[in-house]
């Protein structure tokens, strides 16, 4: 199982990213993708999930509004755009999945990717 995470860079304050996560190793349609993600010093944190039955897609409060997830079954990825980035984005982004619905627990998922890392200069 395979989950490259890949779109991070250092940027500015009010650009926007698109993170991508390539998946291979398992049956990508039929599990449920998460992006977290993780400062230096902190807990890993839930950024926003989307479902693999219907494509629903679920945000965490302090992205709401100016993030989005997609995911692209036939090429095994899933995405998330984010805009109007804040210095408070800065961490390392992690795509992870997980049988069943989607989740906001980190337990929750069964594989994770490396990460890419985001840095928002002020």
């Known amino acids: 199982v395979q989950l490259q995470a890949s779109g991070g860079g250092l940027v500015q304050t009010g650009d926007s990213l698109r993170l991508s996560c390539a998946a291979s190793g398992f049956t990508f349609s039929r599990h449920s993708m998460g992006w977290f993600r993780q400062a230096p010093g902190k807990l890993r944190e839930f950024v926003g999930s989307?479902?693999?039955?219907?494509?629903?897609?679920s945000y965490s409060h302090s992205v709401q509004g100016r993030t989005t997830i997609s995911r692209d079954n036939a090429k095994n990825m899933v995405f998330l755009q984010m805009n109007s980035l804040k210095p408070d984005d800065t961490a390392r982004y992690f795509c992870a999945a997980k049988t069943g619905g989607p989740d906001p627990s980190v337990p929750a998922y069964n594989y994770w990717g490396q990460g890419t890392q985001v840095t928002v200069s002020s």
């Open positions: 989307i479902g693999w039955l219907d494509g629903s897609a």
